[in-house]
């Protein structure tokens, strides 16, 4: 299959996944609350939809439920999956929830497309090629001064808080306009590419939750940072615009 008939089928799999998220937004059961963590049956219906098409492709895959033991590819190509990113969002009624399917390729982001399931939008995005917006082109944002740009971070599951962590991520941010935490990574990425918001940092990230929105940042002209990945497959992660974003992290 051609990049784009992989992107399209990536598409077709994030909508059906989403359609099966809206229904349950209603009735799910938890299965795991752990700490910091939270898993619903949602999790694993929506992914066990997305590779009912996925599958077909014949490329190995890595999943934040039933997969997620795989080790990253770094020769060949991987499907990277979150088939619920914002879990949290979901169980409490919070609309701000998605499906993440990314693309990897020899260790880099290749395609990418996120479904935010309440708006029924899709962002989707092929490196070189360009992004979009539900089949409209979408680029990053032109704003340069950090003080008029909006920063979207988080604190997931894995990362450290002592307070010697917690004080240098605040002294990070304290140079931006305003700051965004929005409980999805996912949607964070999606948000740079179409202009919403302006960059992007956050630690100890899981790889699945960026691996997609990596791929339609690159795609949207913005700039990407990321990795090593350690042995749980997390790293830090950045993403803003082509202005001046990244370097001010």
């Known amino acids: 299959m051609s990049n784009q008939e992989l992107l399209k089928l990536a598409t077709e799999a994030a909508q059906a996944a989403g359609r099966i998220l809206i229904e349950k937004r209603s009735s799910f059961s938890v299965l795991a609350n752990q ?109 340069s001064d950090p003080g008029q740009a909006v920063l979207c971070t988080g604190f997931p599951t894995g990362r450290s808080y002592e307070q010697v962590a917690l004080i240098s991520f605040v002294q990070s941010v304290q140079k931006f306009k305003k700051v965004r935490l929005l409980g999805s990574a996912a949607l964070c990425l999606a948000y740079i590419a179409a202009g919403y918001v302006d960059a992007y940092c956050e630690e100890d990230i899981w790889l699945w939750d960026v691996a997609a929105g990596l791929a339609i940042v690159a795609a949207a002209g913005g700039q990407i940072g990321y990795g ?18 990244i370097q001010n992290f």
């Open 35 to 143: 700490g910091k963590d939270l898993k619903s049956e949602a999790d694993l219906a929506s992914e066990k939809a997305i590779f009912s098409f996925l599958d077909k492709t014949g490329i190995p895959s890595l999943s934040e439920e039933s997969r997620a033991d795989t080790k990253i590819i770094e020769k060949g190509r991987m499907w990277i999956v979150d088939p619920l990113d914002g879990t949290v969002n979901f169980t409490r009624g919070l609309p701000l929830f998605c499906v993440s399917i990314g693309l990897w390729e020899d260790g880099k982001p290749l395609l990418g497309v996120i479904h935010e399931p309440v708006t029924n939008q899709t962002f989707a995005g092929l490196v070189g090629e360009g992004a979009t917006l539900n089949g409209s082109p979408m680029k990053t944002s032109e704003i």
């Open 228 to 245: 090593p990945w350690n042995e749980q497959l997390k790293s830090r992660v950045i993403a803003g615009n082509q202005k001046c974003l």
